[in-house]
């Protein structure tokens, strides 16, 4: 009880600082990666160009955390893989010691962890880790994270179990995320399995770019996982698959050099520098303003704000966004950010 009164008034102290609903920013630790995944923007011309190549530094993170007391959430994956950053031990380290709780949700490949972070991970209650893991074997794993070793994941996974049961905590919560294609459709009832069995939650994934292996069979996708595409699932739930436009009220994205980017999609542009200008007067332009406008469909489309080159806004997912925020109840709405404040 006291923690979810802790997290109402750190929630109520940034929407007045920051508008911002909630206390949870995304900045990405990492956008270095050493997998080839076939289709990651990172084996895309041209698109990592205005994200670039680089981590966040531990100076940086310190004075963030210090300058912006009230954010009490930070997701830390991104664009690369977090365990790249050379720094994220004294990352971990000192954001247990400002009470503030870390994720990697968007994901990680989870191939190159030392003992030492996987250890301070568990000590330092890094609250949940999403790991890619697209296969139930190192075969069928390997047709798409074309670099990583599958025996390898599952052996970092283990050991964190084994400091799990050391230090007697419960965190961090393990995410085995699955990735369909349809190389790995078979497997997935497999994966389950194994997920429950290395007590992970399993989280089924639709393929973003459904033209690289495809989903051949449908019908056993659905059986799994209740829908056969993102559009389907989208159709049958009535909201859109992954909200990513909500990052821009809910949890702006930041990348790891503090160029303001929104939501963690957005690589086409920025809204200034956090780490140079802080966190307020970024969300406060006039560029940021109109973006969530524009999104909402309250302003026009215009060409030197980032949204304009997204294929989520060229689908008018916006309208879908829309729902989202004026269709929920606003119980069901609160009830959802306590929900994930406090779990993840
Ligand atoms: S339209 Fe695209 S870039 Fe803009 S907030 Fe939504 S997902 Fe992000």
Redesign the pocket.
């Known amino acids: 009880m006291k923690n979810t009164y802790q997290v109402l008034k750190d929630s109520l102290l940034t929407y007045y600082k920051y508008g911002i609903i909630g206390n949870w920013v995304r900045i990405d630790a990492s956008t270095l990666c050493q997998l080839e995944c076939p289709i990651c923007p990172h084996q895309k011309k041209g698109a990592m160009d205005k994200i670039g190549y680089g981590y966040l530094t531990f100076y940086n993170f310190k004075k963030f955390v210090d300058t912006h007391q009230s954010i009490k959430n930070i997701e830390l994956s991104g664009y690369g893989e977090i365990f790249l950053n050379p720094m994220l031990l004294d990352i971990i380290r000192y954001a247990f010691k400002k009470g503030i709780n870390l994720s990697a949700i968007n994901g990680v490949n989870f191939n190159s962890v030392s003992e030492e972070v996987l250890e301070a991970m568990v000590k330092y209650r890094f609250r949940s880790i999403c790991i890619s893991l697209d296969g139930s074997t190192g075969d069928t794993y390997k047709v798409y994270r074309k670099g990583g070793n599958f025996s390898q994941v599952i052996r970092n996974i283990e050991l964190i179990n084994k400091f799990k049961t050391i230090y007697k905590t419960d965190f961090p919560i393990l995410i085995w995320q699955f990735i369909i294609f349809g190389h790995n459709e078979h497997e997935l009832s497999i994966a389950r399995k194994r997920a429950l069995e290395l007590n992970m939650i399993f989280s089924p994934r639709f393929n973003w770019e459904p033209s690289f292996s495809p989903i051949k069979n449908k019908e056993l996708v659905r059986k799994q996982v209740g829908a056969a595409s993102e559009k389907e699932w989208a159709q049958k739930k009535t909201q859109p698959y992954l909200p990513?436009?909500l990052?821009?009220w809910a949890s702006p994205q930041i990348n790891w050099d503090g160029k303001l980017l929104?939501?963690?999609?957005?690589h086409?542009g920025d809204f200034g520098n956090v780490f140079e200008s802080g966190l307020k007067k970024c969300l406060k332009s006039e560029k940021y303003i109109y973006?969530r406008k524009?999104?909402l469909n309250k302003k026009p489309p215009r060409d030197d704000?980032?949204?304009y080159?997204?294929?989520?806004?060229k689908n008018n997912?916006?309208m879908n966004?829309l729902r989202m925020f004026y269709g929920a109840s606003p119980i069901t709405m609160l009830f959802r950010i306590i929900r994930n404040k406090l779990y993840f």
């Open positions: 990513h436009c990052n821009l929104g939501c963690c999609v957005n086409w973006a524009m999104v704000i980032s949204c080159y997204c294929p989520y806004y997912n916006r966004l």
